[in-house]
Structure formats: structure tokens, C-alpha cells
């Protein structure tokens, strides 16, 4: 009621439009403390009035009147602020009897008062000399062209029960196979994981609906965190919607947790640890690539007793190396650090259960803490953590990657755990034979044909390039002569002059297509690359040594 309003201007106002429109007067309010105030209350008192509109609550009493807490008198607002005011003669105005003196400000006459303005939220045109983002965005794209690291995506629609055939659909459409994916076993489309899918879709719909503590939680997460704990013999996993996020949040996460942590991070892991890492601004020591005397040289120099975190993948991605899991993960142990292993590329992949490398070579107990994607060898997408029930469930309470987010989808998630049952099964067990034959096969292919295939005990078969334009020249040749899509590597994914081609073949590349693809690829570095081939063949392309991990870090 304007009755409760102690300021001059409010209390000319009508109150009916203080009450229902508030926020017509926040312009003020800025400047204002008396204004506010009113309109605080005014604001709460609507929200209030909606909600329990049987509540009747006594207004708090009017602040006392004081020249002081007069806007004009204080000299807050502006003359021309009064226009809105409608204030009529000065007499009407008791901060200005108060004061003794007229205030001209508030003696505008209703009638002369101008309508106030509204401030253009954009300006009209564009003064000269503000800065140009546009500008600049187009110069630092101009760099990538220059250097030819200027990506264009390939617009790929793969066909489902005909994996891993696609259709390419850049320049009009044509039939493709694709060589370079890393759904590695083909489980995106396996028939189980369709239904899981299909079913999860009728019967909760497509979307999560919120973030886990605000009605995005199932029992489909829990029981696939249960599943992931299991598989890689923990006590806890942690979902997250990919894991880029899960390194990044968990990483970040324990760095704000534990004081003093210091973080001995591989000179070649990926850039969601190093990001993590980075931005947790606590210490960190890069060890080279999978050095294992170099990370035991750099342990000896911290206290036993401080807080430290060795970080590192098993599978790398971009040159398919194995990392000395068992050394590492002891050596950790033994300086009282906690191991982080990323094994994203192996998921799925290595070991009886599938599980990965530490699975295979014996060292899940020593392993602290395991990531993993859903979205590689499991065929659907997200990420996890997962390691002792405390330090997940202190990720869990504190990592904002994880809990401001919207959760993932019941469809995924049913996808991933058919998809998990089936790699734990039997069938995965064979799946994983057929891809390590069929990875030996092409490797050899590759070899034999004098390619520079980069030594490498994985299923990632890296070529050797060095050039981003013979690179990507290669890899248009194969796409639009051959039909076959190779992704070409280049900056900053690997370092400048370590360009490369990525092979990553599957179960279901067969012995023809496999040869067939060798053929082509000798035709293609021969007719591009030249240089590139070597004429003695498998033994000394095989003897030809990696690049140096250092340059393959992505430069981040
Ligand atoms: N870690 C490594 C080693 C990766 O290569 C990748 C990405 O491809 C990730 C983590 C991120 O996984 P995701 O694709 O689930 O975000």
C-alpha cells in the first residue's frame, strides 16, 4: 500500500503498479537503496501472494523518513530520473519541506513528464571502434587453413546390419567402408544392444529428464554403475555423459579435494586428463611416454607421505603403444601414490571378461582408479570412474561435471549394459579373437606392401605420413577411388610432422576386404607418397622407429 511507501517517489506512484509491475522501476532500484527495498518487497510480496494467497502477512513498518535516505536529496538519481516520478508541486514532496528547500527535480509537473525511454538493448549500428570478434575468430581459422589442420568433417551415415559399411554423403552419395571407426567390435548395432534400446525407448522414453539428483536417476544407472564396479573388479563406478568429462571432472575434482596433490601425468595422455589437470592448479610433473624409470626418478623427489596421482592411459589412441601397466601401478603403490588409468581404447577389448588391460595382465587390484568410455568398443556413449566406494562417492558429491548436468538417457544406458553383457559373455570372448586376427591380418597386409605401418601392439594401426596435405591426400584418394574412408590424424590430435592415417579394423572386416584395402593403400602412397614406401618391405618397415611420443602429445 502506497500508505507503507516512506519514499516520495514511490508513494506519488500508484501503488497498484508498484504491486503489479515491480519490475518497471528496477532501473532505479539500482541506484536507489530506498527503491529497492520497496521493490524487493513488492516483488517477494507477489511471488508470496501467488503462492499462499491464504496467508495474510502484516506489511513490516515503513523505514523512518530522513532528508538521508532521499534519492534526489542524496543526490543518487538523476534530474531527469524525477520525470517518472509524476511528483506535482514541491510542497506535495515532505523530503523536500524537510530539507527546506525546493527541489526542482521534483517539481516536474505530471503533464511535462516525458515517458522514459527504453534503453535499445543492441546498439542501432555498430561504432567503429568496438572490438571485432568476428575478425578475429576468421584470422585464427585463416591460421588452420594455412597450416592445413582446418578440419571438415566427412558426413558418414553408417548402415547398421551391413556394418561396417556406410554411405558417404559429401560430394552426393556413395558406398563406403569404413576403416577408421571406433566402435571396434561393431556393438553399436549388434541386434541385443537395437532391442535393448528399442525397449528402453517404449518404456521410459528417449530423454533422462534431469540430472541425478533432480529426477534424472534409475535404477538403470545404478545397476550399470554396479555392472562397471564389477567388471573391473572396484567397489564403486561413477557415470558420467563421456569420458572426456569423467577424466576431466574427476581429475580437477581430487586436485580440490586433496591438498598438496601433486600429479605425475604421461607426456602422452589425452587432452581431457590434462585439462583436468590443468585447471585443478595444483603441481604437476609430466613424465615421459610410459618411462617407467622416469616416473621412479621423479616419485624419489616427493615426500613418501605427500599426495600424489599418477596418471596414465593404457591403450594410447593415436599410436596404439601398451603401456608397462604393472610397473606403473606398483611403482604408484609403492611411493603411496594413487593410480588413474585410462582405458578407454581398451574397454571391451583385452582380457577373459573383456574388462581391458589391467584385466588381461593381471593388475586390477592395482589399479586405484579405471576410466572408461561407453562410447568405443561398448557402441553407445558416456563415460565412468570407477574405483574404492569412498573416493567415488567424494566425486560423486563434489565433481560439478557430474552433478550439473543432465544424466544419461535410459536408452543408453540399456544399450550399454546389452552391450556389456554381451562383451562379458562368450560371444564377446570370440568377438575379441576374430578383431585381434583380423588386426594381425592387416598389419601384416600393410607390411608386407612396404607401407610405414608404426610398430604398435595394439588393435590401433598407425601409418606413418608426416605431411597434413599428403595426409589428407591419401586419405581423399582412398575415399573417392576406393571407397574406403581412413580418417587422416592431423594437428593437434598429433603433433605437426607426426601426420598419420589411423586404421582401426573390426571383426567384421573380412580376409578379401582386408587385402583389397592393402592393395589400394600401396597404389595410393605410391601414386601420393612415394617416399613414403619402402622397398625392403616388412622387416625394416617394422624396424623403422616410432616418432617420439613427446611430438605426438597434443599440443594443449
Ligand atoms: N581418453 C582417451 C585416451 C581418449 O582417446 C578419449 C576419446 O576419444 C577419451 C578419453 C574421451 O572418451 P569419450 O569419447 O567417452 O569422451
Same mark, same amino acid.
Given at each position: 500500500? %502506497?500508505?507503507?511507501?516512506?519514499?516520495? &517517489?514511490?508513494?506519488?506512484?500508484? @501503488?497498484?503498479?508498484?504491486?503489479?509491475?515491480?519490475?518497471?522501476?528496477?532501473?532505479?532500484?539500482?541506484?536507489?537503496?530506498v527503491?529497492?527495498?520497496?521493490?524487493?518487497?513488492a516483488?517477494?510480496?507477489?511471488?508470496?501472494?501467488?503462492?499462499?494467497?491464504?496467508?495474510?502477512?502484516?506489511?513490516?513498518?515503513?523505514?523512518?523518513? @530522513?532528508?538521508?535516505?532521499?534519492?534526489?536529496?542524496?543526490?543518487?538519481?538523476? %534530474? #531527469?530520473?524525477?520525470?517518472?516520478?509524476g511528483?506535482?508541486?514541491?510542497?506535495?514532496?515532505?523530503?523536500?519541506?524537510?530539507? !527546506?528547500?525546493?527541489?526542482?527535480?521534483?517539481?516536474?509537473?505530471?503533464?511535462?513528464?516525458?515517458?522514459?525511454?527504453?534503453?535499445? /538493448?543492441?546498439?542501432q549500428?555498430?561504432?567503429?571502434?568496438?572490438?571485432?570478434?568476428?575478425?578475429?575468430?576468421?584470422? =585464427?581459422?585463416?591460421?588452420?587453413r594455412?597450416d592445413?589442420?582446418?578440419?571438415?568433417f566427412?558426413?558418414?551415415?553408417?548402415r547398421?546390419? @551391413?556394418?561396417p559399411l556406410?554411405?558417404?554423403?559429401?560430394?552426393?552419395?556413395?558406398?563406403?567402408?569404413?576403416?577408421?571407426?571406433?566402435?571396434?567390435?561393431?556393438?553399436?548395432?549388434?541386434?541385443?544392444?537395437?532391442?535393448?534400446?528399442?525397449?528402453?525407448?517404449?518404456?521410459?522414453?528417449? +530423454?533422462?529428464?534431469?540430472?541425478?539428483?533432480?529426477?534424472?536417476?534409475?535404477?538403470?544407472?545404478?545397476?550399470?554403475?554396479?555392472e562397471?564396479?564389477?567388471?573391473?573388479?572396484?567397489?564403486?563406478?561413477?557415470? &558420467?555423459?563421456?569420458?572426456y568429462?569423467?577424466?576431466?571432472?574427476?581429475?580437477?575434482? /581430487?586436485g580440490? /579435494?586433496?591438498?598438496?596433490?601433486?600429479? *605425475?601425468?604421461?607426456?602422452?595422455?589425452?587432452? @581431457?586428463?590434462?585439462?583436468?589437470?590443468?585447471?585443478?592448479?595444483?603441481?604437476?610433473?609430466?613424465?615421459?611416454?610410459?618411462n617407467?624409470?622416469?616416473?621412479?626418478?621423479?616419485?624419489?623427489?616427493?615426500p613418501?607421505?605427500?599426495?600424489?596421482?599418477?596418471?596414465?592411459?593404457?591403450?594410447?589412441?593415436?599410436?596404439g603403444d $601398451? #603401456?608397462?601397466?604393472?610397473? *606403473?601401478?606398483?611403482?604408484?603403490?609403492?611411493?603411496?601414490?594413487?593410480?588413474?588409468?585410462?582405458?578407454v581404447?581398451?574397454?571391451?577389448?583385452y !582380457?577373459?571378461?573383456?574388462a581391458?588391460v589391467?584385466?588381461?595382465?593381471?593388475?586390477?587390484?592395482?589399479?586405484?582408479? $579405471?576410466? !572408461?568410455?561407453?562410447?568405443?568398443?561398448?557402441?553407445?556413449?558416456?563415460?565412468?570412474?570407477?574405483?574404492?566406494?569412498?573416493v567415488?562417492?567424494?566425486?560423486?558429491?563434489?565433481?560439478?561435471?557430474?552433478?550439473?548436468?543432465?544424466?544419461?538417457?535410459?536408452?543408453?544406458?540399456?544399450?550399454?549394459?546389452? #552391450?556389456?553383457?554381451?562383451?562379458?559373455?562368450?560371444? +564377446?570372448?570370440?568377438?575379441? =579373437?576374430?578383431?585381434?586376427?583380423?588386426? =594381425?591380418?592387416?598389419r601384416?597386409?600393410?607390411?608386407?606392401?612396404?607401407?610405414?605401418?608404426?610398430?604398435a601392439?595394439?588393435?590401433?594401426?598407425?601409418?606413418?605420413?608426416?605431411?597434413?596435405?599428403?595426409a589428407?591426400?591419401?586419405?581423399?584418394?582412398?575415399m573417392h577411388?576406393?571407397?574406403?574412408?581412413?580418417?587422416?590424424?592431423?594437428?593437434?590430435?598429433?603433433?605437426?610432422g607426426d601426420?598419420?592415417?589411423r586404421?582401426a579394423?573390426?571383426?567384421?572386416?573380412?580376409?578379401?576386404?582386408?587385402?583389397?584395402?592393402a592393395d589400394?593403400?600401396?597404389? %595410393?602412397f605410391?601414386?601420393? !607418397?612415394?617416399?613414403?614406401?619402402?622397398?625392403?618391405?616388412?622387416?625394416?618397415?617394422?624396424?623403422?622407429?616410432?616418432?617420439?611420443?613427446?611430438q605426438?602429445v597434443?599440443?594443449?
Amino acid at each position: 500500500p %502506497a500508505a507503507m511507501l516512506s519514499c516520495p &517517489f514511490l508513494s506519488h506512484l500508484p @501503488s497498484g503498479l508498484i504491486q503489479s509491475r515491480p519490475w518497471s522501476l528496477l532501473r532505479f532500484a539500482q541506484r536507489c537503496p530506498v527503491i529497492g527495498k520497496h521493490i524487493q518487497r513488492a516483488m517477494t510480496a507477489g511471488v508470496e501472494e501467488s503462492t499462499q494467497s491464504q496467508r495474510h502477512q502484516q506489511p513490516p513498518p515503513p523505514p523512518p523518513m @530522513s532528508e538521508k535516505k532521499c534519492p534526489f536529496l542524496s543526490g543518487r538519481l538523476a %534530474a #531527469s530520473d524525477a520525470a517518472v516520478c509524476g511528483l506535482s508541486p514541491p510542497s506535495e514532496c515532505p523530503y523536500s519541506r524537510m530539507a !527546506g528547500r525546493p527541489l526542482t527535480v521534483c517539481c516536474m509537473d505530471e503533464q511535462q513528464a516525458a515517458p522514459m525511454p527504453a534503453e535499445p /538493448l543492441v546498439p542501432q549500428a555498430e561504432p567503429p571502434n568496438l572490438y571485432n570478434y568476428k575478425a578475429r575468430c576468421e584470422a =585464427q581459422l585463416q591460421r588452420k587453413r594455412d597450416d592445413h589442420s582446418y578440419r571438415v568433417f566427412r558426413k558418414v551415415n553408417r548402415r547398421g546390419p @551391413s556394418f561396417p559399411l556406410a554411405e558417404e554423403h559429401t560430394g552426393g552419395r556413395k558406398d563406403i567402408t569404413v576403416w577408421c571407426s571406433n566402435d571396434y567390435l561393431g556393438m553399436s548395432w549388434h541386434p541385443v544392444v537395437q532391442e535393448a534400446v528399442i525397449e528402453a525407448a517404449r518404456q521410459h522414453g528417449v +530423454g533422462s529428464g534431469g540430472t541425478r539428483n533432480i529426477s534424472g536417476n534409475t535404477i538403470h544407472h545404478e545397476a550399470l554403475e554396479a555392472e562397471l564396479a564389477d567388471w573391473h573388479g572396484k567397489e564403486a563406478a561413477l557415470l &558420467f555423459t563421456s569420458c572426456y568429462v569423467a577424466n576431466e571432472a574427476t581429475l580437477y575434482t /581430487l586436485g580440490q /579435494l586433496v591438498p598438496g596433490l601433486v600429479f *605425475l601425468s604421461d607426456a602422452g595422455n589425452h587432452a @581431457s586428463m590434462i585439462h583436468g589437470i590443468r585447471t585443478s592448479n595444483c603441481r604437476k610433473i609430466i613424465f615421459p611416454h610410459n618411462n617407467v624409470a622416469r616416473l621412479r626418478q621423479e616419485l624419489l623427489k616427493l615426500p613418501l607421505d605427500s599426495p600424489k596421482l599418477v596418471a596414465f592411459e593404457t591403450v594410447h589412441s593415436m599410436t596404439g603403444d $601398451i #603401456s608397462p601397466l604393472a610397473e *606403473l601401478c606398483s611403482l604408484t603403490r609403492q611411493f603411496g601414490g594413487l593410480s588413474y588409468v585410462d582405458e578407454v581404447h581398451a574397454v571391451g577389448m583385452y !582380457g577373459a571378461a573383456g574388462a581391458g588391460v589391467g584385466e588381461r595382465d593381471g593388475c586390477l587390484a592395482g589399479m586405484d582408479l $579405471i576410466s !572408461g568410455t561407453l562410447g568405443k568398443a561398448i557402441g553407445n556413449i558416456g563415460g565412468y570412474v570407477a574405483g574404492d566406494a569412498t573416493v567415488i562417492d567424494a566425486v560423486r558429491s563434489y565433481a560439478s561435471g557430474f552433478i550439473f548436468t543432465t544424466s544419461l538417457p535410459p536408452t543408453v544406458l540399456a544399450g550399454a549394459r546389452a #552391450s556389456l553383457a554381451v562383451l562379458r559373455s562368450v560371444e +564377446g570372448a570370440e568377438l575379441r =579373437q576374430r578383431h585381434q586376427a583380423a588386426v =594381425q591380418l592387416l598389419r601384416e597386409a600393410l607390411l608386407s606392401r612396404g607401407l610405414p605401418v608404426i610398430p604398435a601392439p595394439s588393435h590401433i594401426i598407425p601409418l606413418h605420413v608426416g605431411d597434413p596435405r599428403v595426409a589428407q591426400a591419401i586419405s581423399e584418394h582412398m575415399m573417392h577411388r576406393c571407397g574406403a574412408y581412413i580418417q587422416a590424424i592431423n594437428y593437434p590430435t598429433v603433433a605437426r610432422g607426426d601426420e598419420r592415417l589411423r586404421l582401426a579394423p573390426t571383426p567384421h572386416h573380412t580376409e578379401p576386404m582386408i587385402v583389397r584395402l592393402a592393395d589400394q593403400l600401396a597404389d %595410393a602412397f605410391r601414386l601420393i !607418397g612415394p617416399h613414403l614406401l619402402r622397398s625392403d618391405g616388412l622387416e625394416s618397415a617394422a624396424a623403422d622407429p616410432p616418432p617420439s611420443l613427446q611430438q605426438l602429445v597434443v599440443a594443449a
